[in-house]
């Protein structure tokens, strides 16, 4: 296995820190061992991070039936810690995340100068003003429940393209 290293910045410590606290060197390994990653190194890769097992499974059978390698974090610590060490090119964000919200994560990783540029679609099944979207960096949002089409649609006009701004389904 190749690591990298990564300069963390001071707010990106601070959130591995307390996503970390009050956690043990046991518990951190078998998060770590639940991480899930599917498909060859040489496909486009889709991180989903989620804490409801029936959307991850959702999520990664439609983008599976697409040809995306699909990496799968049921919290935003594993999703952060994937983000950078997955490279993936695009993060399907939930927002109601044990311990932190989707929201922070997905700012603390627009902040990283490692995971800037990776479009993170942020999926809620709650409504949420547009302004914190923007103010969290998200590149789209997409409210559950969604027409599959739709969602497929978004993952791949983000993907292919330079995110500028929020895109919505």
């Known amino acids: 296995m190749n690591w990298t290293k990564f300069d963390f910045n001071q707010d990106e ?10 956690v043990t060197a046991v518990q951190k390994m078998e998060i770590c061992q639940n ?3 599917t ?6 890769c889709v991180l989903i991070v989620d804490d409801e097992p029936l959307n991850l499974k959702l999520f990664a059978l439609t983008l599976m039936k697409r040809g995306y390698r699909v990496l799968q974090a049921a919290d935003g610590f594993q999703g952060f810690v994937l983000a950078h060490d997955g490279r993936p090119d695009l993060i399907v964000m939930d927002v109601q995340l044990p311990e932190i919200s989707g929201l ?3 700012r603390t990783l627009k902040n990283s100068i490692h995971t800037k540029n990776i479009p993170v679609v942020i999926a809620t099944a709650f409504i ?6 923007r103010a969290s960096g998200c590149d789209g949002y997409i409210t559950k429940p969604y027409a599959m089409k739709d969602f497929i649609a978004l993952i791949e006009s983000l993907i292919e393209r330079n995110p500028q701004v929020v895109a919505t389904v």
Request: hydrophobic share 35%; proline share 0%.
């Open 13 to 22: 410590m601070k959130l591995v820190y307390s996503l970390m606290s009050g």
């Open 35 to 37: 991480i899930e990653d």
């Open 39 to 44: 498909g060859q190194f040489n496909q486009r």
């Open 104 to 106: 922070e994560i997905t």
């Open 128 to 133: 949420i003003d547009e302004e914190k979207l």
